[in-house]
């Protein structure tokens, strides 16, 4: 899986979504928070990891993301996909 | 026996703690510890100046987000006979500007992280108000306004007792719910109201002064006020978790200590999805209640992994019916512990009681839409003779509060939450009515067509509220639509999706169908 794959993958996710509040899936990168954007609720966002590790079909490890707590914009998430390579 | 609680008010149960537990710890925010007797003299510090400068109105506000301002301003308001208003900076201001006007407040207790939030606030409110901060605060000068008095509570002053007049029919709180008209609802619950509730949990579960509770919910979200004075009724610790905790409440659990618990169920499902509900791991819990949706069985087994030694409780009710006024500890070996994979609600709490309005061709008796009376049933909304002639119905002159739940009477007693009867939806617990989001849309926008569907992919994935716009010409803007939601709901009321399109689709009876919508266009 590469950075794209997943780039790919949030943007498709999140496509309507994107449409409803007028953001483009180029403003979804770096420190763009899905949760405190409002883009997302902590519920949906769990739902679209929960969908990513199913489509790359890997498992992360929550318990020691958690406690960075950066998981929920797109560079930690990102990240923490790319680490389970 | 239940005591005879006439003559008192939510605020009694505090200070009988604070009198008996004066050095124990009330309030726990992140690393800082603050006792009974500190929270009383400070509450009371802020009652006496609300007396000194409030006139007769019910009502004052808290502007404070999980800060001692909110903990403690809520003390000072009850201290001073007023009900309290929480306002909540998460939610537009819009939201908070009919707060405050519909509940008549003139004065507010403001944390001082919510100081730039009051700064952008202020313009949208006429009339002249007084702000009550903790501390001796520099205030910024866009705050600085002829029209609004500012105060300042000096902590080391000498405190004074603050009694006056009051009755147990005086207001405790005064929270809103969803309504279909445009306009949420204010809910108005008595000192009488919430005293029984306490009263009924506090006899049935045994917590202790050693207990340490959550606190999950948002003050404006009636909950919070269980996680409040269950626990400071015990003189036990509340903790207040960091903003930020997220997905991170096992962790906090189990740094804590928390032994009691109380959240909504998804919250359950969304731990669990992120598998962070080891098995064991959350042993400090004695008792976890559920509360503000439907909890399904296999949430609660999750659950009970977790935290083997815990207790695990439904509770049910409505706002009108403060806070929960049906419980079940749920018990897998019971045969009659769930209906439809969903644990039982269970029975009412004394002083209450039910009758299950027969809907459809059922005999009367068994199942139908719950109607609520009794000691934690309000009669009516807060100046609102509407919405009162719409949920309130007189049967054998009793007055009843009519919960839009379809219930079932189980054959041993025990009710069986079925569905909803109207478009009301629960979003993380919140009440949602649909018709108010596109209430709000064709008032604001003067379009014709809308439809809000509440959707869930599977049933466990998150619901999300999806609007569609009839727009065959194509000239509505998603964006617009979603920044004007933006600006007057709350963000648990913002549609996920906003989708304009060609054509609706109807069933044969002429209704729109929901389903072949969401087939077609999602």
Redesign the interface.
């Known amino acids: 899986m590469k950075e794209k794959d997943i780039r790919q993958f949030v943007s498709e996710f999140l496509s ?2 994107l ?4 953001l483009s899936a180029g403003d979804i990168r770096g420190s763009f928070d899905f ?1 405190q954007s ?1 883009l ?5 966002f ?2 679209m ?2 969908a990513m590790e199913e489509h790359f079909g890997v ?5 020691e993301e ?2 960075d ?1 950066n998981f ?1 914009n797109m560079k930690g998430l990102t990240q923490i996909f790319l680490k389970k390579n | 026996m239940i005591e005879d609680t006439t003559h008192r008010r939510l605020i009694d149960y505090f200070r009988a703690a604070a009198q008996k537990y004066p050095k124990r710890i009330a309030l726990e925010i992140d690393e800082q510890q603050y006792s009974y007797d500190r929270l009383a003299g400070l509450s009371e510090k802020i009652a006496d100046c609300i007396l000194k400068i409030d006139g007769h109105e019910p009502f004052a506000g808290v502007l404070a987000y999980r800060s001692l301002a909110a903990y403690v301003g809520i003390l000072g308001v009850l201290n001073a006979s007023k009900g309290y208003v929480p306002l909540n900076p998460r939610f537009p201001f819009e939201r908070n500007r009919k707060m405050i006007e519909r509940s008549g407040i003139r004065t507010m207790v403001v944390g001082e992280e919510c100081l730039d939030f009051l700064g952008e606030l202020i313009p949208h409110l006429s009339g002249s108000y007084n702000f009550i901060f903790l501390q001796k605060i520099d205030l910024p000068d866009d705050l600085k306004n002829d029209n609004h008095q500012f105060y300042f509570i000096n902590e080391k002053k000498e405190k004074r007792e603050v009694e006056i007049e009051s009755s147990p029919d005086d207001y405790a709180y005064l929270l809103f719910t969803s309504g279909s008209t445009g306009e949420p609802k204010a809910v108005a619950i008595s000192n009488r109201n919430v005293c029984s509730y306490l009263d009924n949990i506090t006899l049935l579960y045994q917590f202790s002064s050693a207990d340490r509770f959550s606190q999950t919910f948002d003050l404006t979200f009636d909950l919070s006020v269980h996680d409040l004075f269950v626990c400071w009724s015990q003189g036990a610790c509340l903790c207040i978790p960091p903003v ?1 905790t ?3 409440w096992p ?1 906090y659990i189990r740094e804590k200590k928390l032994s009691v618990w109380f959240s909504v169920p ?1 919250l359950i ?2 731990l669990g ?4 509900l ?1 098995a064991g791991s959350l042993s400090s819990l004695r008792y976890s209640f559920f509360c503000g949706e439907a909890l399904d069985e296999r949430s609660a087994e999750d659950w009970l992994k977790a935290a083997p030694v815990s207790g695990i409780i439904n509770l049910y009710g409505p706002t009108e019916s403060t806070i929960a006024i049906s419980h079940y500890q749920w018990d897998k070996a019971d045969s009659e512990s769930a209906l439809n994979g969903l644990v039982s609600i269970g029975r009412l709490f004394a002083g209450n009681n039910f009758y299950l309005m027969p809907a459809w061709e059922k005999p009367a008796g068994e199942e139908g839409e719950l109607l609520l009376s009794g000691n934690q049933v309000i009669n009516e909304y807060y100046q609102d003779q509407m919405n009162t002639q719409r949920q309130f119905i007189q049967l054998n002159h009793i007055n009843y509060y009519k919960t839009g739940d379809l219930v079932k009477k189980g054959v041993s007693g025990k009710l069986f939450y079925l569905g909803r009867l109207d478009q009301e939806v629960k ?2 617990g919140y009440r949602v009515n649909l018709l108010e989001i596109n209430h709000l849309i064709r008032e604001k926008t003067g379009l014709g067509q809308i439809i809000s569907v509440f959707h869930k ?1 599977n049933e466990r ?2 619901g ?1 509220i999806i609007t569609f716009i009839l727009d065959p010409e194509k000239r509505v ?3 617009e ?3 004007l939601c ?1 600006k007057y709901l709350p ?2 009321m ?6 304009p399109v060609e054509k609706f689709y109807y069933n044969v009876n002429g209704k729109t169908n929901k389903q072949a919508m969401i087939e077609h266009y ?1």
Do not use: C, H, Q
Not at chain 1, 19 to 22: C, H, L, Q, T
């Open positions: 309507k979504r449409e409803s509040v007028g949760i409002g997302l609720d902590s519920m949906a769990v739902d990891i929960s498992e992360i490890d929550f318990e958690v406690a707590n929920t | 930020e997220g997905f991170a962790k998804s499902n969304m999805k992120l598998r962070l080891k979003v993380s992919k994935s998150a999300k803007k998603a964006k639509i979603s920044e933006n963000w648990y913002v549609p996920e999706v906003i989708l999602l």
